[in-house]
DNA sequence: GTGGTCTAGACCACG
DNA sequence: GTGGTCTAGACCACT
């Protein structure tokens, strides 16, 4: 099940990407197993077929997916967990980001801890 | 002194935004110590007044600077400290994709909480 | 519709957001309608794309509308009414000036309540 | 005594009319009294010369006070009251523009007057 | 089609 | 000198 946030500035596109990803990752989908056509999916979303299309090329890019010909597409087979420095480096930098933020707001060491531990958990759960 | 990354996706003025709060937060400016005109900082940056303009009107309308009419832009002397419920919900959503992205690269609660301390800790050196 | 008057010293993209703030509240706009696009309306007004632009970025702000990417601009679906301490001390003080006006101008405290008065209810006309 | 907010956006010069005209109203400044020179008026303030000079050509051209060469600056005769159509029809806008401020921040009938009393004791006290 | 960003100018009021 | 507003274009990403 993908939960779109039309008002987010996050592209649609890259919501699907998100969420397919993380369902992969979290074992709710396996390799192997089909995910809905371009169309299917655009129908469920009320959304046009391009935005899916566009996300499924870069899960394809990403090797996460992968599309044969008159059959479907599917989940490819293994996900590779390779630390990625570059990607890194970029997290790190809108970590920083969002951390100076919350210190402008109030937050001190315990209380931004606290708060990763809540998202964290949060995320586990869902 | 203000770095700008050109090929960033992130726009120029948030750029500016971001920086200025940086070094407002790191003390480096001061409440009351004035900031370079729109002019002089679009020269310098070699971009157009108009962008500088757009980074200083929203930096004000948060409160971090104060502009007086004809005099310049100076650093406001309270920082907010207020709680900002609407903020925050979009701070733990970037941050909630964050901890995603890491949780897929092979990151375990033990290592994000060690990271969020490192840029935290980074960030704290004044 | 919108009517600008450009005699005015008030900048029209002050004018579009007051407008449209006045539609919204007289319920002639309700949460979920469509308002023009940046370019119909710029076409309409015979002024810049960039005018209209500011001024729904101002209302977004305020959370009068929303935008929703690729689709176009659309009226909240929930209204502020949240106190604002800030912005109630910069009404105060405006309306502290006009009140001085009044009184200059021979007005009392029954006269000015009356003012007062027959204005709400022109506005509250529905 | 005049107390300028420079943050304002009310023009200095705007906010000095403002008050030497509150001050003849309130009969603090009566015909005949001296009002300082511009030079002196400025050094007070802390502001240039040239701004204090405009804020008396304005006073002068509105009749409140009066220039004699080698003399100083005094306050003029007798103030008129008249009606200005003209000028009601102004403040009447602004006041229903912070009116529609004060609605869509929730506050009702009741409230507004409430607030407006408010206002005119304050003002009536200073 | 949509809005977001940016450029390269201009004019204005203010101090 | 300062910032604020506006114009008339342009390019971009997204849907």
Redo the contacts with the bound molecule.
């Keep these: 099940m993908i939960i779109l946030d039309?008002k987010s500035n996050k592209?649609?596109?890259?919501?699907i990407i998100e969420q397919i990803k993380w369902n992969v990752m979290r074992r709710y989908l396996k390799p192997g197993d089909a995910i809905p056509s371009v169309r299917k999916l655009a129908l469920e979303l009320s959304?046009?077929p391009?935005?899916v299309a566009?996300a499924y090329q870069e899960l394809e890019r990403q090797q996460i997916i992968e599309t044969i010909r008159g059959k479907g597409t599917f989940i490819a087979g293994e996900l590779e967990i390779k630390p990625d420095e570059k990607k890194l480096v970029g997290i790190k930098k809108r970590l920083q980001t969002e951390l100076m933020e919350l210190t402008m707001m109030g937050y001190d060491r315990k209380d931004i801890l606290e708060l990763i531990m809540e998202i964290y958990e949060e995320m586990r759960v869902c």
């Design positions: 039309y592209p649609i596109y890259e919501q959304i046009t391009g935005t566009k």
